[in-house]
């Protein structure tokens, strides 16, 4: 190196030169690609915006919880099927971990049988390729269902079928408001009792059970108010016309079928991940607790848990957000999620790819951020003070 | 050369040299028949899994209809019809791989629609079958015709036309229905085979077609309403008018051959004996059309030597010899049906 290049020698000049080297290739990089992308379409003649999304669907869509019908616009089926979307995202996740919390206690269990029982599931549903679970369960359910002519009644108000299970539906009449009302204050008290409850237990060591009080609270106020009111409700039955049960409420075999499979797939997940956390906390503490007399039950809950808990969640996440994404194999059996309106109609009919390549990005990006999120909150919450 | 080996030297290189690889991958694009004989293969995108159409037969090769116009373009481009390769898509895929050009042509059954020729990126080549969509239903169901579907379940499967169809159909006959949509037909037809579904529903010489491949096929039946136009056409990518026009003049040959009763049997007679001049000049043996399209002069004669005519290649999959299914309107003009060829003049 000469004199003119002696600035080279000082690392500090050089990283500074790579890092912006790096930002600019990248930028070249993103540019180009996108620049591409533009002169390609122009000479392919597709136009684009995202004026289609008020445009008539003209798709049905097998569940919705919100009205749609073939004449809604692109953007209500996007709403509807992502809303269907985080709804089996959120059932499934707490089924995942709850039958999870079942698994890792088998594997844990000191029962023999138990614990190779636990072993045997996990060795299954983890290695078997999700999708081929779903059909398995799907095709399974839809061959054990029995005809539409031949359902399966319960009391007249409710019916099973290869079409799913029928269930009537509330209609809320006037004066109806007071039950959501009821059901707010409810809440807000066991909140307020929950609070006094663990200040109790601090400063005077006395525990007061506060979850069964609050649980209680939220069922049996607005039971009260519903009573005072003389049930200002009346029930939508499901009735059969000419081919299938109309009014009420379905709950339907693709939906149940996702729901089964991705429980299934993700407790055999969660369940090792919690039995790690759980093996994670030493011997020690345990042996502590039971010589200051605590039983087996407030040993896990006020020892093991909450220590576990510190490890669990940093996996936990990742196993959710997997959880998330793999609602997209939905369409594969049925059921109406966001991939399969976007992806599969929606890009055929309007060929607005890119678009709506995009929205689904976005879309499962925003999921995923928001589960990390609310993930990363708790886990600041819980972490040890100071570590 | 120290730059070189630190990580981020290494980085930045790598990124330069992916961009630079971007850069020469696009200028490739323009001349899809250099590409294609350069290649020395034609790739066709293919929708597997119906009977007639596109299917793994027992030998484990795919065949169909929609094979045999692919191996007829292969053939009248590289002069051999085992030149090609099919890729198996599902139906949104082989719509989005025509759009981005990876593949040269699909042969599938896609219907021919404003919607998706206009603005989309890939153009519709000819109808090569004239179809309409049906409903199938149970016999025991006692229906006899769509209009008494009103709250009726369908299947379909995701991304195709039928699902329009069905609610114009519904709209105007004033009916309501529900409706369970699948990732594929195969889905969807076990779905219904199951009996989720009261009506399965797509074009007629589709639901022909797997009417064979249900359980009981004689306990369902096809009803007798035709509720929309489904012309059939093979796709190629928009913006290459050569490419274009040779797609469309070897589908045209197909039909133009059966028209003058050229079949891969007698196409060697015909060539050198045959006094009709539409015939010497599409073979070869007078004029210069195989130059003009940027082929050589078998190209025509290539094509039906491969797969044989139109009618040879229904009789084959979907007539007599595959599935058994009437022709319909897919006969010649000369014999009241919607198939006619542009002269060759």
């Given amino acids: 190196m000469t004199g003119l290049f002696s600035f080279w020698r000082k690392g500090s000049v050089r990283s500074l030169f790579y890092q912006w080297g790096l930002v600019f290739a990248l930028s070249f990089g993103i540019f180009f690609v ?39 616009s692109n953007w209500d089926a996007i709403v509807v099927t992502f809303a269907n979307t985080i709804i089996l995202s959120v059932i499934a996740g707490l089924f995942a971990t709850f039958f999870g919390f079942f698994v890792a206690m088998a594997r844990l269990s000191g029962n023999f049988l138990l614990r190779k029982s636990g072993e045997v599931y996990v060795e299954i549903f983890r290695n078997i390729p999700l999708l081929l679970q779903l059909f398995f369960w799907y095709f399974a359910a839809l061959k054990m269902l029995p005809d539409k002519r ?46 006094w409850a663990t200040r109790r237990q601090t400063n005077t060591g006395e525990p007061f059970p506060a979850l069964t009080v609050g649980i209680g609270l939220i069922f049996a106020l607005p039971l009260i108010v519903l ?9 939508d039955i499901p009735k059969f016309g000419r081919f299938n049960f109309e009014g009420g409420m379905a709950l339907q075999p693709e939906f149940v079928a996702m729901l089964f499979g991705l429980t299934l797939y993700n407790s055999a997940f969660i369940g090792e991940i919690l039995r790690a956390g759980i093996l994670s906390v030493d ?13 087996q039950i407030q040993t896990y809950r006020k020892i093991i848990v909450p220590q576990a808990m510190r490890l669990i969640i940093p996996p936990l996440t990742n196993q959710y957000l997997n959880l998330a994404k793999s609602t997209a194999l939905a369409g594969a059996i049925g059921y109406a999620d966001l991939f399969w309106a976007v992806n599969g109609a929606m890009t055929t009919q309007t060929s607005q790819t890119i678009e709506l390549q995009a929205i689904i990005l976005v879309s499962y990006l925003g999921i995923s951020f928001f589960i990390a999120t609310v993930m990363a909150i708790y886990n600041y919450y819980t972490k040890i003070p100071g570590k | 050369m120290k730059f070189l080996n630190s990580k981020i030297g290494r ?24 590409d294609v004989k350069k290649a020395g293969v034609l790739h066709c995108g293919v929708v597997p899994g119906l009977p007639g159409y596109g299917f793994i037969n027992k030998e484990g090769k795919m065949v169909g209809f929609d094979i045999d116009l692919c191996h007829a ?28 050009g990876s593949v040269d042509v699909v042969t599938h059954r896609f219907t021919w629609t404003f919607g998706r020729d206009v603005g989309t990126g890939l153009d519709f080549t000819r109808v090569m079958v004239f179809d309409g969509q049906g409903f199938m239903v149970r016999k025991k169901l006692g229906v006899t015709s769509g209009k008494q579907l009103d709250g009726a379940t369908f299947c379909f499967s995701s991304g195709a036309t039928t699902e329009g169809n069905v609610a114009d159909f519904a709209a105007a006959n004033g009916m309501k229905y529900k409706a369970v949509t699948f990732g594929s037909m195969g889905e969807s037809q076990k779905a219904y085979n199951a009996g989720r579904c009261d009506v399965f529903t797509t074009d007629k010489f589709g639901l022909g077609a797997r009417r064979t491949s249900m359980t009981n096929p004689s306990e369902h039946m096809i009803l007798p309403e035709t509720i ?14 050569v490419w274009k026009d040779i797609v469309v003049w070897t589908l045209n040959a197909l039909i133009a051959a059966e028209e003058h009763g050229i079949t891969s049997k007698n196409i060697d007679d015909m060539r050198d004996n045959s006094k009709n001049p539409f015939v010497q000049r599409m073979l070869g043996k007078t004029g210069k059309f195989g130059n003009k399209i940027g082929l050589g002069k078998d190209w025509a004669y290539n094509a039906i030597k491969a797969v044989g005519n139109y009618g040879e290649i229904w009789e084959r999959n979907l007539g007599k010899d595959g599935l058994g299914m009437p022709r319909g309107k897919n006969t010649l003009h000369t014999k009241g049906g919607l198939l006619i060829s542009p002269p060759f003049r």
Avoid: C
Wanted: charged share 15%; proline share 4%.
């Fill in chain 1, 34 to 72: 996108i620049n591409t992308a533009k002169e390609n379409l122009e000479r392919l003649g597709i136009k684009t915006g995202f004026g289609f999304l008020s445009d008539e669907a003209g798709f049905a869509i097998s569940q919705s919880i919100f009205d749609y019908s073939t004449a809604s």
């Fill in chain 1, 150 to 195: 031949q359902s399966v009644n319960f009391f007249d108000v409710a019916y099973l079928n290869i079409e799913g299970f029928m269930s009537p539906t509330p209609v809320f009449e006037a004066g109806s408001d007071a039950i959501f009302w009821s059901i707010l204050i409810a809440f807000l008290l066991a909140i307020t009792i929950w609070f």
């Fill in chain 1, 227 to 235: 009573w005072l009111l003389d049930f200002p409700v009346t029930w």
């Fill in chain 1, 283 to 295: 011997k020690g503490q345990r042996e502590a607790a039971g010589s200051i007399g605590l039983s």
């Fill in chain 2, 11 to 34: 980085l930045t290189v790598m990124s330069a040299a992916i961009a630079s690889l971007g850069i020469m991958a696009t200028v490739a694009k323009a001349d899809r028949l250099a």
């Fill in chain 2, 73 to 100: 373009i292969g053939a009248a481009v590289l002069g051999d019809a085992k030149k090609i390769k099919t890729t198996k898509m599902s139906l949104p895929v082989a719509f989005n791989a025509m759009k981005a």
């Fill in chain 2, 228 to 241: 929309s136009n489904e012309p059939i056409s093979p796709m190629v990518p928009h913006g290459d008018q």
